[in-house]
């Protein structure tokens, strides 16, 4: 009754049609006759919601809107591509800094000099002795281990647990980016506190990274670094010390002679995260420590790098990602009267493990 004239399937319907007091019977009845029935995109109309279909198409533009079906095979084969695209890169970068050049590589038990002496090869992280550091009022001596598995215990109480604090130290925790520190050859400004260690920890042997990805991406960084350049921390007593630069928010506190929390300065609380505990793994006399075995289950089959010259053209290319496996072209091109080592001893091992490497 009223209604203009007949409508045939698929015609456009207009608002002043649609608001007959039959039309929504109408409409209704023609959706399911025809599922493809519905209004202009300019002439929606907001009280027909059976018209909102996933399967509309636009009669102007002949577009059709994606349903969650079609979006989803979409989503997945997009996340597909992504993922073989990373996997690629993955592999692409871990194949081209396989076998970096003046990089000493070695198994993880092989940081406990006893055990690399019974291999026949050398340790890749030098051990720091009394001999070797400058007379101190502190014992910084052996190899420490830069812990992030038990990151919570200090010697205040500060035990503040955040969640994501557990996602982000587990994550940074498993790329194994940098793993070892020797303070061999550090020195200090007094005998007495307040006092200022400097440590050449960027030089040879020093600085332990690891064969993981981002462990050699870490050490592509470092090595654009002066070798040269020391860690400096600032001791207000022999338990509790700031390291220099950090923003002067880091700082370090004794939990027991071999450990140290290196803790950040949050909100006025200087044992806020990020933080880690500082280990001693090897004493100087060479023996492991109780910490040692925890060391070696961390690692599992990664294997520790270090740099074995200070020479900073030869640690850039020789760590930047390379087709070529020769180290003599960029010892060539490397070679400069300004080029210095750091000894005659740090020349020699080129590569690391079993597979020596000389020039």
């Given at each position: 009754?009223?209604?203009?004239e007949?409508r045939?399937?698929?015609?456009?319907?207009?608002?002043?049609?649609?608001?007959?007091?039959?039309?929504?019977?109408?409409l209704?009845?023609c959706?399911?006759?025809?599922?493809?029935?519905?209004?202009?995109?300019?002439?929606k109309?907001?009280?027909l919601?059976?018209?909102k279909?996933?399967?509309?198409?636009d009669?102007?533009?002949?577009?059709?809107?994606?349903?969650?079906?079609?979006?989803?095979?979409?989503?997945?084969?997009?996340?597909?591509?992504?993922?073989?695209v990373?996997?690629?890169?993955?592999?692409?970068?871990?194949?081209?800094?396989?076998?970096?050049?003046?990089?000493?590589?070695?198994?993880?038990?092989?940081?406990s000099?006893?055990?690399?002496?019974?291999?026949?090869?050398?340790?890749?992280?030098?051990?720091a002795?009394?001999?070797?550091?400058?007379?101190?009022?502190?014992?910084?001596?052996?190899?420490?281990?830069i812990?992030?598995?038990?990151w919570?215990?200090?010697?205040?109480?500060?035990?503040?647990?955040?969640?994501?604090?557990?996602?982000?130290?587990?994550?940074?925790?498993?790329?194994?980016?940098?793993e070892?520190?020797?303070?061999?050859?550090?020195?200090?400004?007094?005998?007495?506190?307040?006092?200022?260690l400097?440590?050449?920890?960027?030089?040879?042997?020093r600085?332990?990274?690891?064969?993981?990805?981002?462990?050699?991406i870490?050490?592509?960084?470092?090595?654009k670094?002066?070798?040269?350049?020391?860690?400096?921390?600032?001791?207000?007593?022999?338990?509790?010390?700031?390291?220099?630069?950090?923003?002067?928010?880091?700082y370090?506190?004794?939990?027991d002679?071999?450990?140290?929390?290196?803790?950040t300065?949050?909100?006025?609380?200087?044992?806020?995260?990020?933080?880690?505990?500082?280990?001693?793994?090897?004493?100087?006399?060479?023996?492991?420590?109780?910490?040692?075995?925890?060391?070696?289950?961390?690692?599992g089959?990664?294997?520790?790098?270090v740099?074995?010259?200070?020479?900073?053209?030869?640690?850039?290319?020789?760590?930047?990602?390379?087709i070529?496996?020769?180290?003599?072209?960029?010892?060539?091109?490397?070679?400069?009267?300004?080029?210095?080592?750091?000894?005659?001893?740090?020349?020699?091992?080129?590569?690391?493990?079993?597979?020596?490497?000389?020039l």
């Amino acid at each position: 009754q009223g209604w203009p004239e007949p409508r045939q399937f698929g015609q456009e319907v207009t608002k002043r049609e649609s608001s007959h007091p039959g039309a929504m019977e109408f409409l209704n009845c023609c959706k399911k006759a025809n599922r493809n029935t519905f209004l202009n995109d300019d002439e929606k109309l907001d009280l027909l919601p059976p018209f909102k279909t996933a399967d509309r198409r636009d009669s102007s533009s002949g577009d059709r809107r994606c349903s969650p079906k079609v979006c989803g095979k979409a989503c997945c084969i997009a996340f597909g591509i992504m993922a073989l695209v990373l996997v690629l890169v993955y592999f692409s970068v871990m194949f081209s800094m396989e076998d970096p050049c003046f990089v000493y590589e070695a198994e993880a038990a092989l940081v406990s000099p006893k055990a690399a002496a019974k291999a026949g090869v050398r340790p890749p992280v030098h051990v720091a002795t009394k001999k070797n550091e400058g007379e101190m009022p502190l014992d910084l001596t052996g190899i420490w281990w830069i812990r992030w598995t038990n990151w919570t215990a200090n010697p205040e109480g500060w035990n503040q647990i955040i969640p994501w604090n557990r996602v982000t130290y587990g994550i940074y925790n498993a790329l194994k980016l940098e793993e070892l520190v020797s303070f061999e050859g550090a020195t200090v400004n007094s005998t007495h506190f307040p006092l200022t260690l400097s440590s050449p920890t960027g030089q040879a042997y020093r600085w332990g990274f690891t064969n993981s990805l981002a462990g050699r991406i870490a050490m592509n960084f470092a090595a654009k670094s002066n070798p040269n350049a020391p860690l400096n921390i600032n001791f207000e007593n022999k338990t509790h010390a700031q390291l220099g630069g950090f923003g002067g928010l880091a700082y370090m506190t004794m939990l027991d002679e071999d450990r140290w929390l290196r803790s950040t300065m949050v909100k006025g609380d200087r044992y806020g995260p990020p933080s880690y505990q500082l280990t001693r793994i090897v004493y100087e006399d060479g023996s492991t420590s109780k910490y040692f075995p925890a060391f070696l289950d961390h690692m599992g089959s990664t294997k520790i790098r270090v740099f074995s010259n200070n020479n900073e053209c030869e640690r850039q290319s020789g760590v930047a990602p390379r087709i070529s496996k020769s180290c003599e072209p960029i010892a060539k091109e490397c070679a400069a009267p300004n080029v210095t080592h750091l000894n005659n001893d740090d020349k020699e091992d080129k590569r690391g493990g079993s597979r020596s490497f000389t020039l």
